[in-house]
């Protein structure tokens, strides 16, 4: 990955991500990231024929695994 796409990814003044950018966020592969969209689990929203991920929606869905961690 060169250090344009980190950079990038690491941007805190995005509004919306990559599905790769939520996934490198999250620490998870791409299938998965697109197994949580696909669920409902993730948000996204679509772009014209592109799919991005709203730059909170990450932290959102760990804050929702954590309560039902908690809750278990």
Partial sequence: MDTVNVADALDS????LTVEEAARRL???RTTCYAL???GELESVPVGRLRRVPADAPAAYVARL???Y???
């Fill in 13 to 16: 003044t995005l509004v919306l």
């Fill in 27 to 29: 620490r998870i592969g």
């Fill in 37 to 39: 969209i696909r669920s």
């Fill in 66 to 68: 954590r309560t039902a």
């Fill in 70 to 72: 908690r809750a278990a």
